[in-house]
């Protein structure tokens, strides 16, 4: 298992994305990581007027943070948007963000009203502040129950699109992207352990620790199986290329030490694998 947190990556265009759902709708949209902490927020929208009266009161803002932690573990238990009232009377919604199988956030949009609903009372409250109240409640957005669903189908469609562009991306995740990328593209070059780690922005040492997690190997075992892995490409293609040729071009600076590797990785010696590949293309070419 990696040791790597579970820390969330959002892309800019995340950003823009909740930017957009919070103008479209008028409702306040946040982004949150998976033990609650606020990430990103739809036009930095604060708290509406009625929200900010609430908490004024007693308690008010620590029953509103209870109930929101209750209704995002209900929300993963359920792997579902929850829609609910919260105690003050307004509506939120709280969507799991799924990243390889793994809850790693929520999207909550809320603070509106839906048509029908009973005005919450405030009768414990003094006159002028229930009127107040009163007020900014009813300046808040107010949807029917047809534009609410319509407005869920959107919001899924908002989480489904930031994973599937990987918009938002576990830490690790990412950093093992970058990796792959780095070697996929250096693999025939003459790199070292150091190179990579300075061109990621990382130590050694977290490198060296994330490649035992999560690769199960060194970076000189990861820079072998990638060279090796150009070498077969290369046959495939060209199967009149000399082990030599081949050996150099994947980045091997040694082809006897090439050979070996190759032998032992792949089972047989790499002059019979091309072979192989020699047979395999006269085959397909109709010589035999």
């Given at each position: 298992?990696?040791?790597?947190?579970?820390?969330?990556?959002?892309?800019?265009?995340v950003?823009?994305?909740?930017?957009?759902?919070?103008?479209?709708?008028?409702?306040?949209?946040?982004?949150?990581?998976?033990?609650?902490?606020?990430?990103?927020?739809?036009?930095?929208?604060?708290?509406?007027?009625?929200?900010?009266?609430?908490?004024?009161?007693?308690?008010?803002?620590?029953?509103?943070?209870?109930?929101?932690?209750?209704?995002?573990?209900?929300?993963?238990?359920?792997?579902?948007i929850?829609?609910?009232?919260?105690?003050?009377?307004?509506?939120e919604?709280?969507?799991?963000?799924?990243?390889?199988?793994?809850?790693?956030?929520?999207?909550?949009?809320?603070?509106?009203?839906?048509?029908?609903?009973?005005?919450?009372?405030?009768?414990?409250?003094?006159?002028?502040?229930?009127?107040?109240?009163?007020?900014?409640?009813l300046?808040?957005?107010?949807?029917?129950?047809?534009?609410?669903?319509?407005?869920?189908?959107?919001?899924?469609?908002?989480?489904?699109?930031?994973?599937?562009?990987?918009?938002?991306?576990?830490?690790?995740?990412?950093?093992?992207?970058?990796?792959?990328?780095?070697?996929?593209?250096?693999?025939?070059?003459d790199?070292?352990?150091?190179?990579?780690?300075?061109?990621?922005?990382?130590?050694?040492?977290t490198?060296?620790?994330?490649?035992?997690?999560?690769?199960?190997?060194s970076?000189?075992?990861?820079?072998?199986?990638?060279?090796?892995?150009?070498?077969?490409?290369?046959?495939?293609?060209?199967p009149?290329?000399?082990?030599?040729?081949?050996?150099?071009?994947?980045?091997f600076?040694?082809?006897?030490?090439?050979?070996?590797?190759?032998?032992?990785?792949?089972?047989?010696?790499?002059?019979?694998?091309?072979?192989q590949?020699r047979?395999a293309?006269?085959?397909?070419?109709?010589?035999?």
């Amino acid at each position: 298992m990696s040791n790597m947190p579970m820390e969330l990556f959002l892309s800019d265009e995340v950003q823009r994305l909740l930017d957009d759902f919070s103008s479209l709708l008028d409702v306040r949209v946040t982004f949150f990581s998976a033990s609650g902490e606020p990430l990103r927020r739809g036009k930095e929208m604060r708290n509406s007027s009625f929200c900010s009266l609430v908490h004024s009161e007693s308690d008010g803002y620590e029953k509103c943070v209870s109930m929101d932690c209750r209704k995002q573990q209900e929300a993963v238990q359920k792997n579902q948007i929850i829609n609910y009232r919260c105690h003050a009377g307004l509506h939120e919604c709280i969507a799991p963000v799924k990243v390889r199988n793994r809850t790693a956030g929520f999207v909550m949009f809320g603070q509106f009203r839906i048509d029908g609903d009973p005005e919450p009372q405030w009768d414990k409250l003094p006159a002028d502040v229930r009127s107040k109240m009163r007020e900014a409640y009813l300046e808040l957005p107010c949807f029917t129950a047809e534009k609410l669903q319509a407005v869920l189908g959107v919001l899924k469609t908002l989480i489904d699109y930031i994973a599937v562009r990987e918009l938002a991306v576990l830490q690790g995740d990412r950093l093992r992207s970058e990796i792959d990328l780095y070697i996929e593209k250096h693999a025939a070059e003459d790199i070292r352990l150091p190179d990579m780690a300075k061109k990621l922005g990382r130590s050694v040492s977290t490198i060296s620790q994330f490649l035992r997690n999560n690769y199960q190997t060194s970076f000189k075992g990861l820079l072998v199986d990638a060279r090796l892995k150009i070498a077969e490409k290369m046959w495939r293609e060209d199967p009149g290329a000399t082990v030599a040729e081949v050996a150099f071009a994947s980045g091997f600076c040694d082809q006897f030490y090439f050979s070996r590797v190759f032998s032992r990785r792949k089972g047989m010696p790499p002059g019979k694998f091309r072979s192989q590949m020699r047979r395999a293309g006269e085959i397909l070419d109709g010589k035999e």
